[in-house]
């Protein structure tokens, strides 16, 4: 059995570029700012060509903005 | 208030003036009884042109909306449809056990079935977006 869990940086990145608000991060990203504040919250997993403009906006890779947490529970290996 | 659901108010009220609007003309066309080759090309015309507008409308509207909402269209556009289906399913059987196997019905009763139908599913899709946005405001709380 394994638990996918996506974690993301967005809100502690939007903090430090220069306290951008999450209206601003969404016009640079063309989405609303309802689909930032449900990525913040973790509530909405980005696709991935909106995941990209996210962490290019902040300019990082993309494993800076979005972690993977995949858990497996060993079963006999 | 966003654009999705602004849409999803302006298409609550419009399925509802617009079935309005189509039961005043079911029942005048009942009254005239209706029928002929003329009257079908009519009601051809006026049902390509309806429903060319209203495509282009919701596909330009569509195209204006982010990722998250047009997966929350599509998730209540699916839930309307099945939401069609069941009740197309549900109202025709209920008038087949009501008047029984071998009666009769009056021909109106399909176009307002199919009225029907669609009023049901334009509702349940309109409440499915603001019940989704809702959701969501109420996490945030």
Redesign the interface.
Same mark, same amino acid.
């Given at each position: 059995m394994s638990s996918d869990r996506l974690s993301n940086q967005v809100r502690r990145l939007r903090f430090e570029h220069g306290q951008m608000t999450q209206q601003q991060l969404a016009d640079k990203v063309?989405?609303?700012r309802?689909?930032i504040?449900?990525i913040e919250?973790g509530?909405?997993a980005?696709?991935l060509p909106?995941a990209f403009r996210i962490a290019h906006a902040f300019n990082g890779t993309i494993e800076d903005v979005f972690q993977y947490d995949n858990e497996h529970e060993e079963s006999g290996d | 208030m966003?654009?999705l659901q602004k849409r999803a108010w302006f298409e609550l009220v419009g399925v509802v003036a617009a079935v309005a609007v189509g039961a005043i003309g079911l029942a005048v066309l009942v009254r005239l009884n209706a029928n002929g080759i003329f009257n079908i090309v009519i009601f051809s015309v006026t049902f390509l042109v309806t429903g060319l507008v209203a495509a282009v409308s919701s596909i330009r509207f569509f195209s204006s909306f982010? /990722?998250?909402?047009k997966k929350i269209y599509i998730r209540a556009f699916v839930i309307a449809a099945g939401a069609f289906a069941a009740f197309t399913c549900f109202i025709s059987f209920c008038v087949f056990f009501i008047v029984g196997g071998k009666s009769l019905i009056p021909v109106y009763v399909l176009p307002a079935m199919f009225l029907l139908g669609l009023f049901i599913a334009q509702f349940v899709q309109s409440t499915a977006i603001l019940i989704q946005?809702a959701w /969501?405001q109420a996490?945030?709380q």
């Open positions: 063309g989405v609303t309802q689909t504040i449900a919250a509530k909405y980005p696709s909106l | 966003t654009k982010d /990722e998250r909402e946005f /969501e996490d945030e």
